[in-house]
């Protein structure tokens, strides 16, 4: 037993005889201690620790264990109060962050605690406080799994003042939501529709349980969004249907002759329907750029030239360009209504365009067209008619009923020829139609008698009357 004491005694003094005191001077020459600590034969700091600042105070003093803080340390502010008393449970990290332990902070005067804090595995644990500088308690709750849960009397205040600003937060937004919502249904009214929009949402987002702003919303954008769609699907519809009935339609046109703009004697000259005109396409105006302004040029062709082209082609060529620029005015007007609405939920995009004043302001040149396809129909049927009635009268000679007829036919087509309008054009077309099928019934008639009272009529109208009157 006494050799084992023996034994024990000599290791103890060995190890004593191995640590190392190291100390670090601030100065070149030795005279300003910086640290001083302790080493094993290893060289690892193990044991006490002290840190001064240049002038001799302490800053840091405490244990090493391995190179690592452990146990009770102590930091100063430069002035040598005290700043941090840090308890390391755990080996600390080498810059001194706690690991697992406590922390307790001081202001300046080294004296009135500023806070309490307890770690577990780097990460605040457990009990936590803070004071102000007086020393009053501000702070006091629990951290657990990183989240803060505030105790005693620091959270009945915390809660107080938290209630105290979710109503005054309350009473502003209440403002701000009144002044939103007026400021929306004065823009409504306007059709200052986008403004209205953003007023309304950011009403909504003021009072997030209030339907009104929410409603107004919904009753402005779905309307909306049903007009966009039908907007879209409409010019595109018109455009197409309206193309492909023109192609139809003028599929059989003719012309006899035209004539060409020539630059240098700033006349028209006659030339085969061939070559494109200065001023426009007159062989086929419908090939002009697609623009509002096209309709102009291709009218001024045909005036140039109507002598060249069939009445029932003037009518529906112009009919269908008025209408093709009435639908790009229209598409242009629509799509300069565009609005894109930023809600908190989605994008939205669509036409603010009233979709009635759309129809209304397509109604007549839409209608002249249908009466422009109608044209063609009665025109080919004043043509049929009259070569009809020559036909019947090879079998049944009524020579009289005939050169009367003649004289009526002549007289409408001179005043179709002048083309009048599309509407007056029409109306004659049909009057002439309405005589002509009069005539054709009267070839299977005895009209012997009219016939020499038709001799002595010599206007179309007193022909027309007198046909109409029997």
Not at 309 to 318: F, K, L
Request: aromatic share 14%; proline share 2%; hydrophobic share 30%.
């Amino acid at each position: 037993m006494k050799n084992i004491l023996t034994i024990l005694i000599c290791v103890s003094s060995l190890n004593t005889f191995a640590q190392k005191l190291v100390k670090t001077y601030w100065d070149y020459y030795n005279t300003k201690i910086q640290s001083e600590y302790y080493t094993d034969a290893y060289g690892t700091k193990t044991g006490a620790y002290k840190g001064y600042s240049e002038h001799g105070g302490i800053l840091l003093q405490g244990s090493y264990k391995d190179n690592a803080p452990i146990g009770k340390w102590t930091e100063n502010y430069l002035d040598g109060k005290l700043h941090f008393i840090k308890f390391y449970t755990s080996p600390g990290y080498t810059n001194f962050d706690v690991v697992d332990g406590k922390i307790i902070s001081y202001y300046e005067d080294g004296k009135t605690i500023k806070s309490e804090k307890n770690y577990k595995n780097h990460e605040l644990d457990g009990d936590y406080k803070s004071y102000d500088e007086r020393g009053a308690l501000t702070g006091e709750g629990k951290y657990i799994n990183g989240v803060f849960e505030r105790t005693g009397e620091s959270k009945r205040i915390y809660d107080e003042e938290q209630e105290k600003q979710k109503q005054a937060t309350l009473i502003k937004n209440t403002e701000e939501y009144k002044k939103n919502i007026t400021e929306a249904d004065k823009a409504l009214v306007a059709k200052e529709y986008k403004k209205a929009l953003e007023f309304y949402e950011s009403a909504a987002n003021l009072m997030k349980d209030e339907k009104y702003p929410k409603d107004k919303i919904a009753e402005m954008i779905n309307p909306f969004i049903a007009n966009s769609e039908f907007f879209n699907e409409f010019f595109k519809t018109q455009n197409d249907t309206l193309v492909k009935d023109f192609n139809t339609l003028k599929a059989d046109f003719k012309i006899k002759s035209i004539k060409e703009y020539n630059r240098n004697t700033y006349a028209y000259d006659d030339k085969k329907p061939t070559a494109s005109s200065y001023y426009c396409d007159c062989l086929a105006p419908w090939n002009e750029p697609w623009n509002e302004q096209s309709t102009e040029s291709v009218i001024k062709c045909f005036e140039i030239n109507k002598a060249f082209y069939e009445p029932y082609q003037r009518a529906i060529t112009e009919a269908f360009f008025k209408y093709r620029a009435a639908l790009i005015k229209e598409e242009n007007k629509v799509r300069s209504t565009d609005v894109r609405f930023y809600s908190t939920k989605m994008v939205y995009q669509f036409y603010t365009y009233d979709k009635t004043t759309l129809l209304n302001n397509l109604k007549v040149e839409k209608e002249n067209f249908e009466f422009g396809k109608s044209l063609k129909t009665n025109y080919l049927k004043a043509v049929d008619n009259k070569v009809n009635i020559t036909n019947l009268n090879d079998q049944n000679k009524k020579k009289t009923l005939l050169k009367k007829y003649l004289i009526v036919y002549e007289d409408f087509i001179f005043k179709i020829n002048a083309y009048p309008g599309l509407t007056e054009t029409i109306s004659l077309l049909k009057s002439l139609n309405s005589i002509s099928d009069k005539v054709v019934a009267l070839y299977s008639q005895e009209t012997k008698d009219m016939e020499k009272k038709l001799k002595d009529a010599e206007t179309s109208e007193q022909i027309q009357a007198m046909i109409l009157g029997q």
